[in-house]
C-alpha cells in the first residue's frame, strides 16, 4: 500500500456544537467553550474532529436546515471565533472537517424566500416545484422521511414544494447549474480558510427521478413508523424494510449522483494539503475508482443489529473488505458505532451485563479494525441515552411531529404516543456533555437552563472530572487506548486477517504490515477461554502489549494465551 494519507490515520472524534461545552453560560455551546477543550481533545488522543452544522439556522432540524453557508450561527459566535477554533485546531496537530448539507436549505435562506416570491424570479429553478394535481392536491404520493407529505403547498404562487426532510427544508434542485456553482463556491469559502475537508450530510437524496412517478406503496409515514415501533421479530423489520424502499423509490439514490461526487472531489483537488470528503452512506460506490469520488463512507451495515456478535462481525468485515478490495487496493474503510442521529453506543449495544465492560470492547473493536474510526461525544465517558417526559422539552422536531402525528393520525393515546416520541426523538442522544459533578454537569452554570436537560446521570461519575481522577475509568481506557493505537503501525495499516472463525464467543484476527504482526483477541463473552494459534512460520511467543483485565502484561505462548471475560487483548507475534 502507498503512504497513508492523515484522515486514514487519525480517530475522528464528532463534536456536536450545541452540546459540547458552552463558553458564554447561555446554556447553548459555542466556539469560545470548544476551543477551551482543544487541549482535552488532544490528550484525549483524537487526530481530527467532525463538526456538525455551525452556519446559521432557524433549527428546525437542530442546524441542519442552514439559512446561510458562509457564516456562523450567533449562538456559537462569529466567524473569527470559528477561525480562532480552526487555527487552535491546527497547533495541537488536529484536523478539522465540517458538515456539508447539499440536499436542502432552510426555508429562511434567503435563496428560498426569492424562489418563493413569484413564479418568474431568477432563483425559482433553484428548487424543485410543481403544480398540484387535477384534484388540487399534492403533485404525488410521495412521502417526506420525516414528516409526511414531500410536498408543501405555497399559496403565494400556487404550486407545492418537494422537501424529502422536514416542510422546512427544501430541496434544492441540482440539476440547475446555478445551483451547483453556488454550493461548490460555499465549500470553497470554508476550504480557503484552511478546513481539511468535510462529511457529506445525506448525499442519497440529492436527485429525484425526474419523471416524479408514483411510488408503488399508498401507506402513510406515520403508520409506518407505528409499524416498525410494534414490530416484533426480524422478519417483520425486514419486511417493513422493503416497505420503506417501495416507499421512497424514486426519492434516493437516483441517476447523476456520481457524477456530481466527482466534480465535488475535482473541487477538493485543487487544494494542498489532502482534503477529503466521507459521505453520510453506506453504498462503498461512492469511491468511484478509488480515488475520483469520495474519500470514505460509513460502515452503516455494522451498526444495523441489536448485539454486535462475532459472528456478525466477522461477516460484515467479510463482506465490507471484500467489496471495498473490488473496487480498488487503496480504497479505505471507516467503521462507526454511533453519532447525534442514533441512540448512544452506552444504550443501543450495552444492554446487558457488564455495560461498562462491552463499552471499552467496542471502542478497541473501532480501534482495531482496519479503517478510519468515527467517534462521537460523550461516549469516552459513557453518556447514556435521555428519555425525555415532558414533550416540551424536546427540541428535535422528528419527536414532536411523532407525538403528534400518532395522537391525530392514529388515535394513540398521548401517553403512549410520548413514550414512543421519547425513544425515537434525536434529543435524548443529543444531551449536554457532562464535565463535572455540578449543577448542569458542568457544561453551563448553576441556574441556567440548558438547551436541552442535562442527564442527571452526571452526579454517578459519568462526568470528566471524575473520572479524569480514577484510573480505571472509561474516559481513562478511552485515553489509554487511543494513544496506543498511535503507537502500532499494524493497527493503523496493516491488513487483517480473521481467525478461530467459528467462535460464538471472541472475535480474534490479526492486522499485519511490514513492521509488525499485531493478534487482537474481542472477548465479548462472560467466560474465559484458553486459545491456541497456529500461525504460518516460525511464531511461537506472542508479546501482550495491552490488555483491558488486571492480569498482567507479558509474553505467551500462541499455543495456550489465557483470556478472562469481556477482555481486550492485543499482542506482537513474535
Not at 446555478?178 to 484552511?194: E, I, N, S, T
Not at 447523476?256 to 466534480?263: A, P, T
Not at 475535482?266 to 469520495?294: C, F, K, P, Q, T
Not at 484476527?509 to 504460518?536: G, M, W, Y
Amino acid at each position: 500500500m502507498s503512504q497513508l494519507k492523515w484522515w486514514q490515520e487519525v480517530v475522528f472524534y464528532q463534536i456536536y456544537p450545541r452540546s459540547f461545552a458552552d463558553g458564554n453560560g447561555d446554556g447553548i455551546g459555542d466556539f469560545r467553550g470548544m476551543i477551551e477543550k482543544l487541549d482535552y481533545l488532544r490528550d484525549l488522543g483524537i487526530g481530527a474532529i467532525w463538526l456538525s452544522p455551525h452556519y446559521p439556522s432557524p433549527m428546525d432540524d437542530c442546524g441542519y436546515d442552514i439559512s446561510d453557508y458562509t457564516a456562523v450561527a450567533p449562538e456559537y459566535g462569529t466567524l473569527e471565533d470559528f477561525k480562532a477554533f480552526l487555527a487552535g485546531a491546527h497547533l495541537r496537530g488536529m484536523r478539522v472537517i465540517l458538515d456539508l448539507v447539499l440536499n436542502h436549505t432552510s426555508d429562511e435562506h434567503p435563496w428560498f424566500l426569492e424562489s418563493r416570491s413569484s413564479r418568474d424570479n431568477p432563483k425559482r429553478d433553484w428548487y424543485i416545484w410543481l403544480d398540484p394535481a387535477p384534484d388540487g392536491g399534492a403533485p404525488n404520493n410521495w412521502n417526506s422521511t420525516f414528516d409526511g407529505s414531500a410536498w408543501e403547498f405555497d399559496e403565494t404562487t400556487g404550486q407545492y414544494y418537494y422537501h424529502f426532510f422536514f416542510k422546512q427544508q427544501p430541496d434544492l434542485n441540482w440539476r440547475n447549474p446555478q445551483v451547483k456553482q453556488a454550493m461548490f463556491d460555499a465549500a470553497r469559502f470554508w476550504l480557503d480558510l484552511g478546513v481539511d475537508g468535510f462529511r457529506l450530510d445525506a448525499i442519497g437524496t440529492i436527485f429525484e427521478h425526474p419523471d416524479m412517478p408514483n411510488h408503488p406503496v399508498n401507506m402513510t409515514l406515520a403508520e409506518l413508523r407505528r409499524r416498525f415501533h410494534t414490530c416484533q421479530t426480524a422478519e417483520e423489520r425486514a419486511e417493513l424494510g422493503k416497505t420503506w424502499e417501495k416507499m421512497f423509490k424514486f426519492q434516493v439514490e437516483q441517476l447523476g449522483m456520481h457524477e456530481l461526487m466527482q466534480e465535488l472531489r475535482a473541487v477538493l483537488d485543487e487544494y494542498d494539503g489532502d482534503r477529503m470528503l466521507v459521505g453520510e452512506n453506506d453504498d462503498i460506490a461512492y469511491h468511484g475508482s478509488g480515488d475520483n469520488e469520495l474519500h470514505m463512507v460509513f460502515n452503516f451495515p455494522l451498526m444495523r443489529t441489536d448485539r454486535l456478535s462475532p459472528d456478525w462481525i466477522r461477516a460484515n468485515q467479510r463482506d465490507r473488505l471484500a467489496a471495498l478490495g473490488a473496487i480498488s487496493p487503496e480504497s479505505w474503510p471507516c467503521n462507526t458505532l454511533g453519532n447525534h442521529d442514533c441512540p448512544r453506543l452506552f444504550t443501543s449495544f450495552c444492554d446487558g451485563l457488564p455495560k461498562d465492560a462491552l463499552a471499552r470492547l467496542h471502542l478497541a473493536l473501532m480501534l482495531t479494525l482496519r479503517g478510519t474510526p468515527f467517534l462521537y461525544n460523550g461516549e469516552e465517558i459513557g453518556m447514556t441515552d435521555l428519555i425525555l417526559e415532558d414533550i416540551g422539552q424536546f427540541r428535535d422536531t422528528l419527536g414532536t411531529w411523532v407525538y403528534h402525528a400518532e395522537i391525530e393520525e392514529l388515535g394513540v393515546p398521548q401517553k403512549e404516543a410520548l413514550e414512543h416520541a421519547a425513544r425515537l426523538t434525536r434529543d435524548k442522544n443529543r444531551t449536554p456533555m457532562q464535565w463535572q459533578n455540578a449543577p448542569n454537569g458542568g457544561f453551563s452554570p448553576e441556574g441556567v437552563e440548558t438547551w436541552l436537560p442535562v442527564n442527571p446521570d452526571y452526579a454517578s461519575c459519568v462526568n470528566v472530572a471524575d473520572q479524569e481522577s480514577n484510573p480505571a475509568s472509561m474516559l481513562n481506557f478511552y485515553r489509554r487506548m487511543l494513544h496506543f493505537r498511535q503507537q502500532m503501525p499494524a493497527l493503523i495499516r496493516g491488513d487483517y486477517t480473521p481467525l478461530h472463525e467459528d467462535s460464538s464467543d471472541y472475535f480474534a484476527f490479526l492486522r499485519r504490515c511490514n513492521e509488525q504482526t499485531c493478534l487482537v483477541i474481542l472477548n465479548l463473552s462472560e467466560k474465559a477461554h484458553l486459545l491456541a494459534f497456529d500461525l504460518p512460520g516460525q511464531h511461537k511467543t506472542a508479546k501482550c502489549v495491552f490488555r483491558s483485565s488486571t492480569v498482567g502484561i507479558g509474553e505467551d505462548i500462541l499455543s495456550s494465551i489465557p483470556i478472562q471475560p469481556y477482555e481486550v487483548y492485543i499482542a506482537e507475534i513474535q
